[in-house]
């Protein structure tokens, strides 16, 4: 059964960058298709960026131009690049993988979450 980690998750100042990786075990991440989610305070989880088992990307307008979603699926890894970091981009990250992730529904496996927190 596929079971996701994410890390990479911390502090950082507004402006700065954070590298997040979703790592897979117990299966193949070929194939799948890997979104990523947050949970902001006050707000419920959304889903804001996805890659396709073929490489497409899809982001939300308030990430669109700041992340990068991209896949390894050579380390079975999913990485999420962001910059210009806002303090509205805190909250607890989480990868997804599912059939519908691309449409912010909720995927049939998920990784336990990683906190970004984006102050001075």
């Known amino acids: 059964q596929l079971q996701l980690v994410e890390s990479g998750g911390g502090l950082v100042q507004p402006g700065g960058s954070l590298r997040l990786s979703c790592t897979a075990s117990?299966?193949?991440?070929?194939?799948?298709?890997i979104g990523w989610f947050r949970r902001t305070p006050g707000k419920e989880r959304e889903g804001f960026s996805c890659?396709?088992?073929?490489?497409?990307?899809y982001y939300t307008d308030s990430v669109k131009g700041r992340f990068t979603i991209s896949r390894d699926d050579a380390k079975n890894t999913v990485y999420l690049q962001m910059s210009s970091l806002k303090p509205e981009d805190t909250g607890v990250y989480y990868c997804s993988a599912g059939a519908y992730v691309c449409y912010g529904r909720p995927g049939d496996y998920w990784g336990q979450g990683t906190q970004v927190t984006v102050s001075s």
């Open positions: 117990g299966s193949t991440l070929n194939g799948y298709i």
């Open positions: 890659v396709n088992s073929d490489g497409t990307t």
